[in-house]
């Protein structure tokens, strides 16, 4: 799993003299492999990743991230960049490097005049809802509230909103970042408009954003949503049903699907429903689906929109280990869901979850080339999220998910960068850019033509 090593100095080849003149122009800590805090700050979601920078620069704002980019670039030092920590790949920490640490970055500030939102680069989206929920707004965040705004929106950002706001970068209106030389730029439509298309949806390619600001929009905060449960036998009528559902929907109603087991050791197939309309249309909207079959359960009713936001954080734990493969299905053949079924009844872990996440409306309804996120299909997002506690059963889990895909991948073209996982190849990184690639390795070469930001889905500067 671990592809990614380092070529680069450790802490000790420095001279104690040249990492104390960097810890001293920090505002924020410096961290070595001798402190205390050390291991709390390079431990991301996943558990797989067990890496170790050389040095950890945890920025408290534009300038430190300036002087941490510097320095690793005088010093030839390997980068990783954390927001989150939520990346599967685990991206956020590296070996031997630095790793610069935007955690300690958490301004938020609403305008709710102008509906708008700047928000730093360490912010999870709980806090993004939290903020600008207090005036009745919201932008798309994530499904799992604990997960970071930086990444998420730089590689596209699906999420409830998404069918009526468009993606976390549809309602992007600027970023200040930090380029590969160390200058902080602002980009926006109106300046540097290059950088712009390239940093919705091209990742962490660019260069560091220390500032997002986001559109906002009215949203609740009463919303209608959740979980409508049928037992695994019938499953094969639940996703029939669901894929002729899910293509009808209106934009204001979302509905997605899972396979999963209960907390009390049931396995169940969902249909997850978000309804963003009027709130006295909810029930009208969901009752096709509470009509249909047999439910063990309907968990669907008014609840507020933060609380839509924070359904899955529980099976998302920090901490545990994962793997994950995804792509995305124009189609759902029957072909297919009867491989969903039989690898699904077969996983080797209760904690694994197999989800589609169906987009529709506003984000299907943008150019293709109008920014660097260029999947636009009414498609359906398919995850295999694999998940278990025990660090001794990894290959048997992984083993699972691999024999999984390779069942299904031929049904799939493209995929969402921020689902790769470290050992998907080049190709997939191509993939989920279709027609924009070429387009953002003329931008790569451009801003950072050394490739000084890599730990990522990279796009490779050259000749495209
Ligand atoms: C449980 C879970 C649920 C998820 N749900 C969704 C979902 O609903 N919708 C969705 O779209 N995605 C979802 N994702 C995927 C998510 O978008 C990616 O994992 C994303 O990378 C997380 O961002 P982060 O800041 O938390 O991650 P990090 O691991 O901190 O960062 C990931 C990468 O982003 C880049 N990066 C981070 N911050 C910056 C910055 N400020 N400037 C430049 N580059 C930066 C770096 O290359 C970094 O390696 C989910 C992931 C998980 C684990």
Redesign the pocket.
């Known amino acids: 799993m671990e592809t990614v090593r380092a070529v680069v100095p450790q802490a000790q080849l420095f001279d104690d003299a040249v990492v104390a003149e960097f810890k001293a122009s920090l505002r924020g800590e410096l961290l070595l492999p001798q402190d205390a805090r050390y291991d709390e700050a390079r431990t991301?979601?996943?558990a797989m990743i067990d890496r170790r920078p050389a040095l950890i620069a945890r920025c408290m704002g534009a300038v430190d991230?300036m002087a941490a980019v510097n320095f690793a670039r005088t010093h030839s030092l390997l980068v990783?960049?954390?927001?989150?920590?939520?990346?599967?790949?685990?991206?956020?920490?590296c070996d031997g490097g630095l790793m610069i640490d935007?955690?300690p970055?958490q301004g938020i500030r609403v305008d709710p005049a102008q509906r708008t939102a700047r928000v730093e680069?360490?912010v999870?989206w709980s806090d993004v809802d939290r903020e600008t929920q207090a005036f009745g707004l919201a932008t798309t965040?994530?499904?799992?509230s604990?997960?970071?705004?930086?990444?998420?929106?730089?590689?596209?950002?699906?999420?409830?909103l998404m069918a009526v706001h468009g993606?976390?970068c549809d309602n992007l209106l600027s970023v200040d970042?930090?380029t590969a030389d160390g200058q902080l730029l602002t980009a926006s439509e109106e300046e540097n408009s290059d950088l712009f298309w390239a940093?919705r949806g091209g990742?962490?390619?660019?260069?560091?954003?220390?500032s997002?600001e986001f559109r906002l929009h009215p949203v609740g905060p009463t919303v209608m949503g959740g979980m409508i449960l049928y037992p695994m036998d019938q499953a094969k009528e639940v996703l029939q049903f669901y894929r002729e559902f899910s293509r009808t929907t209106p934009d204001a109603l979302t509905a997605f699907a899972g396979l999963l087991t209960t907390p009390d050791g049931l396995p169940v197939v969902a249909i997850i429903l978000g309804w963003f309309g009027p709130l006295e249309e909810g029930d009208k909207q969901f009752e096709p689906v509470r009509n249909f079959g047999s439910p063990v359960a309907d968990l669907t009713g008014p609840l507020p929109y933060r609380q839509l936001q924070q359904m899955?954080d529980d099976?998302?734990p920090f901490g545990i280990h994962?793997y994950?493969k995804s792509g995305y299905f124009q189609e759902l053949g029957d072909d297919l869901l009867d491989s969903m079924i039989e690898y699904t009844a077969a996983k080797t872990s209760p904690f694994s979850v197999v989800i589609l996440?169906h987009m529709h409306g506003a984000c299907t309804r943008v150019d293709p080339a109008e920014k660097a996120y260029g999947l636009r299909d009414m498609q359906w997002?398919f995850d295999i999220?694999t998940q278990w506690t025990d660090p001794a059963e990894a290959d048997q889990h992984i083993g699972w998910t691999r024999k999984f895909w390779r069942s299904v991948e031929p049904f799939s073209r493209g995929v969402?960068v921020?689902?790769l996982d470290a050992d998907d190849s080049q190709l997939r990184t191509r993939a989920a850019y279709g027609d924009n690639y070429e387009r953002l390795v003329t931008i790569k070469n451009k801003y950072d033509p050394t490739n000084f930001?890599r730990?990522?889905?990279n796009i490779v500067p050259g000749a495209g």
Do not use: Q
């Open positions: 991301v979601w996943n991230v990783s960049v954390r927001g989150g920590g939520h990346n599967v790949a685990g991206n956020a920490v935007l955690s970055m680069p360490g999870l965040g994530g499904t799992v604990h997960t970071g705004v930086a990444g998420l929106t730089l590689g596209g950002g699906l999420g409830w993606l976390a970042i930090v940093v990742g962490g390619n660019f260069g560091i954003v220390t997002f899955f099976a998302a994962r994950w996440f997002d999220i969402y921020n689902h930001f730990l990522n889905n």
